[in-house]
């Protein structure tokens, strides 16, 4: 396994769309776990192709904490739906097929890092693809699973969360990397974030 660079916004790429897989090939597996290996190394909770310059449908997704300073500490903050998805999700092609209701939550992303802001999305969704194996798979996803699929999905269509925010918060979000740049490490050790997906 290596880990892969992840695309900053404004990079070009991230506008890109995936294109659907025919078949999961062995190199189509190995960038999986490359990916599942970046997103666990960045502290992230979803990660999809785009994200790491390469155009497939493809995404991974594991919020179950990974260690002491996790901010999604406790199972017990998960749904019962939650609790019965296997983690890590890998998933190629992924479509939605159901939505209901409507959430919000303080979203950030491995592409826009240190910046958080408040995203509305579908609260429950059904979803089908190619898992690992190719073989067809399906979730029913609520909670911060149904979420971060979500928010992962936009990256394969070319969207990062900025783009669900208002014109204002999204451009001052915009001028704040323009002008400043990211936050480095250790001004992120400092402060306590939300979940990156």
Avoid: W
């Avoid at 704040?176 to 001004?187: H, R």
């Amino acid at each position: 396994m290596a880990l892969l660079d992840v695309l900053k916004f404004p990079d070009s790429r991230l506008r890109h769309k995936g294109r659907k897989v025919d078949e999961v090939t062995p190199e189509l597996k190995k960038l999986a776990q490359d990916m599942l290996e970046t997103m666990y190394h960045e502290k992230g909770i979803g990660l999809a192709a785009i994200q790491v310059g390469v155009e497939v449908r493809l995404l991974v997704i594991d919020i179950r904490p990974q260690g002491e300073n996790d901010r999604y500490e406790q199972e017990d903050g998960m749904s019962d739906l939650e609790k019965q998805v296997t983690q890590p999700i890998v998933i190629f092609n992924p479509e939605i097929t159901k939505k209901e209701g409507k959430t919000t939550y303080d979203e950030g992303c491995l592409s826009v890092p240190g910046f958080y802001e408040s995203v509305v999305r579908s609260k429950y969704i059904e979803v089908k693809g190619l898992g690992l194996d190719g073989e067809p798979v399906e979730y029913k996803l609520d909670g911060l699973l149904s979420i971060c699929m979500q928010h992962e999905m936009d990256h394969l269509d070319g969207k990062v969360f900025i783009d669900r925010l208002s014109p204002i918060k999204s451009n001052r979000i915009k001028a704040k990397i323009k002008k400043f740049g990211y936050p480095t490490a250790e001004d992120e050790e400092t402060e306590e974030e939300p979940v990156t997906v």
